[in-house]
């Protein structure tokens, strides 16, 4: 189970690095290289049990990443238009592995719960991941508006009358 979790976090930094490569606008690219940084303090933090001598000598996760984060998105909300539909993953090639990577941190955070709840990994692991894939969303939606790409939204079909 650790090794599914942790992999997944290294899956999402590889994502992370797909994303770079698709050439994000400018502020994004240096804030992914930042989390990319960040999601390897995360991994190494939850391969190491808490109870492992090791774990004393890893660096720590900070609060002020989270803080970083949500402080981020309060930016990006102010600059994108509001949301009124769920949107489709999609838009700029940058958008759309944002979107990717936001479903793969989904997945690191499904994994990395149950290791919480075994008291194996700290909470700021589970929270860290949380945050992170809510700013991936925003970012992708970022990606595009900065590209003039609009989000398309999801419209359900009505049910068919029998």
């Known amino acids: 189970m650790r090794v ?6 290294d899956e999402l930094n ?3 690095g797909l ?3 698709f050439s994000p606008p ?10 990319q ?3 390897f303090t995360v991994g190494a933090v939850m391969a190491t049990p808490m109870d492992a001598k090791a774990a004393s000598h890893l660096p720590p996760l900070k609060e002020s990443w989270v803080t970083d984060m949500e ?4 930016r990006f909300d102010n600059e994108l238009p509001k949301m009124t539909h769920f949107i489709l993953p ?4 940058a958008a759309a592995a944002l979107h990717l990577a936001r479903t793969v941190c989904r997945r690191a955070e499904r994994r990395a719960v149950p ?6 990994i700290p909470k700021d692991v589970v929270i860290f991941l949380n945050r992170l894939s809510d700013l991936l969303f925003v970012m992708a939606r970022v990606a595009n508006h900065r590209a003039n790409v609009q989000d398309v939204k999801w419209i359900p079909e009505k049910p068919s009358e029998s």
């Not at 999609?90 to 090639?93: L, P, V």
């Open 71 to 74: 402080n981020a998105m309060d």
């Open 37 to 39: 940084d960040q999601l």
């Open 115 to 120: 290791l919480l709840r075994e008291g194996t």
């Open 26 to 35: 400018p502020e994004l690219d240096a804030m992914l290289h930042r989390l």
């Open 14 to 16: 590889a994502t992370l």
């Open 19 to 21: 994303v770079r490569g």
């Open 90 to 93: 999609g838009g700029t090639q």
């Open 4 to 9: 599914d979790a942790y992999g997944e976090v």
